[in-house]
C-alpha cells in the first residue's frame, strides 16, 4: 500500500488525466493553479513512492500494482506508514518469542534493523515504545538479561 497525500492525489490524478506519455512541468503546473516550487515538491514526494517519473521539465506515469491510501496531511502518511511497520514488528516479535511469550531484547532488535524491515535505530525504538503503550509487549528484566513478554 502506497499513503499520499490529498494535493499529492490531485497532481496524480491530473497527470493521469492527460493523453500524452511525458507531460510538461510547465502545462501542469497552469492546470493547477499551483506555485512551481509546491508543484516540485510533490512530484519529488511521488517520485520517491515510485508513482511517476519525474526529471525537472517533465513528468511521467508510472504503472503501479499497489493500493493507493489517501490521508489528509504528511503527519498522516507518517502516522499509517508506521502503523504498517509497527504491525510488521510486531509478527516478527510473536515469530520469535517462545511458548511463554518471552523475546530477547537483543534477538528482536537485531531482527528489526538487520532483517526484512532493516528500520533505523530511531524507528525501531520508536516502533518498540509504541508497541508497549499500547499493551501489546512488555519489557521484563530476567536473570539472563532484559527481554520483551507478549501480553
Known amino acids: 500500500m502506497i499513503t499520499i497525500t490529498k494535493a499529492e492525489e490531485e497532481v496524480l490524478n491530473q497527470i493521469k488525466s492527460y493523453q500524452e506519455e511525458k507531460i510538461d512541468v510547465s502545462l501542469l503546473k497552469d492546470d493547477l493553479g499551483m506555485y ?21 521539465s517533465t513528468v511521467q506515469l508510472k504503472e503501479v500494482d499497489a493500493t493507493i491510501n489517501t490521508v489528509d496531511s504528511k503527519e498522516d502518511v507518517i502516522n499509517a506508514e508506521l502503523n504498517q511497520k509497527e504491525k510488521a514488528s510486531f509478527e516478527i516479535i510473536k515469530s520469535l518469542a517462545d511458548e511463554k511469550g518471552f523475546v530477547s531484547r537483543y534477538e528482536i532488535e537485531g531482527n528489526l534493523l538487520y532483517g526484512d524491515l532493516k528500520l533505523t535505530d530511531f524507528r525501531m525504538y520508536h516502533i518498540l515504545l509504541s508497541l508497549e503503550n499500547k499493551g501489546l ?15
Open 137 to 151: 509487549i512488555k519489557a521484563v528484566y530476567r536473570k539472563n538479561g532484559d527481554y520483551y513478554k507478549i501480553l
Open 36 to 56: 512551481e516550487h509546491d508543484l516540485n515538491d510533490l512530484l519529488k514526494s511521488l517520485k520517491s513512492k515510485g508513482l511517476v517519473f519525474y526529471n525537472g
